[in-house]
């Protein structure tokens, strides 16, 4: 018998909208824009940076920097980047080389639809 299994992930992604209503407040619109984008720009430079690493060898990944970015993440409102990006670490300090690849995975995608959500709010005028 030939059994054949498709998996579709369906990560639910949160923004906390709040965090990023707050940065408005304080610091104005322009100039909440401009710390967001810098934000967005450190966060996908990071990951890209550790995917070519990740694709060399999935154990060579830096758990600093994936610790710098998941509180990044978790600053900016993107939750579940940061809960994925520290599930990534919990692996690496558990040796658990069989989880990494997926859980990598999970990271870039869950980041690509962050982003998108990131862009979606109101507070955004780009």
Do not use: C
Not at 31 to 39: G, H, Q, Y
Not at 104 to 123: F, H, T, Y
């Amino acid at each position: 018998m030939l059994a054949i299994t498709r998996l579709k992930p369906s990560d639910s992604i949160s923004v906390d909208s709040a965090a990023i209503s707050a940065l408005f407040r304080t610091h104005g619109a322009v100039i909440a824009e401009d710390i967001l984008m810098r934000r967005v720009v450190e966060l996908t430079d990071g990951i890209t940076s550790l995917d070519a690493t990740a694709l060399e060898k999935a154990s060579a990944l830096d758990a600093d920097r994936l610790r710098t970015l998941a509180a990044l993440a978790k600053d900016t409102g993107l939750i579940t980047l940061a809960q994925s990006l520290g599930a990534v670490v919990q692996a690496l300090a558990a040796d658990n080389r069989m989880a990494l690849p997926a859980l990598w995975e999970r990271v870039k995608r869950i980041g690509d639809r962050s982003l998108v959500m990131l862009w979606d709010l109101p507070q955004l005028r780009m």
